[in-house]
């Protein structure tokens, strides 16, 4: 596969240019309540002080999402109704990847990567893009440094912390204005796409060991 992105430099450059195009696809979970580390500065005789502890819920209020993202932004949001399984995934497919390639891409060929979650290697859903002679990007099994979308997960996550969210319902609504409207997330998109050859190249020269990313 010859990965071609965008020249940042290049003011003139334009995506029909382009030998192919990556939309890279993940589902992840984002919860109510996440547990992160915070440090105050007490006394000694202050160590159980309610101001000093911070408190945790024993089964948060979790929803695990869907979306694609691409040069040109993030794609279609999609909310998982429980676990993500096949026929879950093939609706998807039609209804929410389908119509974002269109929108970006048109009639030029691009390339769709998803991993090899159990949903994503279904017979059914193989046969589904293989009739729609989608070009997939092979994948390893496990390859944390790759998928350029994690990052934009991560950027989500960190946002989502920083409110005060107290139901699902309060998440989703979040979840979706981030993700389709807050800057940092559109100026990464191009950002983290036109990384995709250095991290290549940083993970060949690490032996397929972590890298910065």
């Known amino acids: ?3 071609n992105t965008l020249n940042s430099r290049d003011k003139s450059a334009n995506t029909t240019d382009l030998s192919f195009q990556v939309c ?40 695990m999402v869907w979306s694609v ?9 999609y909310i998982v109704e429980g676990t ?19 929108d970006w891409f048109g009639e030029i ?10 949903c994503h290697k279904a017979k059914k859903v193989t046969k589904f893009v293989s009739d729609l002679d989608l070009s997939v990007l092979s994948w ?24 005060n969210i107290t139901t699902k319902t309060q998440l989703i609504e979040t979840l979706i204005n981030i993700w389709h ?9 191009q950002t983290l796409i036109e990384s995709m ?7 060949i020269d690490n032996k397929g060991m972590h890298t910065k990313y």
Request: hydrophobic share 30%.
């Open 1 to 3: 596969l010859r990965y």
């Open 24 to 63: 890279f696809s993940d589902e992840s979970i984002f919860e109510v309540t996440e547990e992160s580390s915070q440090y105050v500065r007490r006394m000694p005789q202050e160590e159980f002080h309610h101001q000093c502890v911070q408190q945790t819920v024993k089964h948060p209020t979790k929803v």
């Open 69 to 77: 993202m691409s040069v040109h932004g993030t794609g279609r949001l």
């Open 84 to 102: 993500m399984r096949q026929d879950q995934y093939l609706q998807v497919l039609r209804n929410r990847l389908l119509p974002q390639i269109k």
């Open 109 to 118: 060929p691009c390339v769709f990567m998803h991993d090899g979650a159990p």
């Open 140 to 163: 390893p099994g496990n390859s944390p440094d790759m998928n350029p979308i994690e990052n934009l997960w991560s950027i989500v996550k960190k946002k989502i912390r920083k409110t």
């Open 181 to 189: 409207h807050d800057e940092e997330i559109t100026k990464n998109c």
């Open 197 to 203: 050859p250095k991290r290549l190249k940083m993970l």
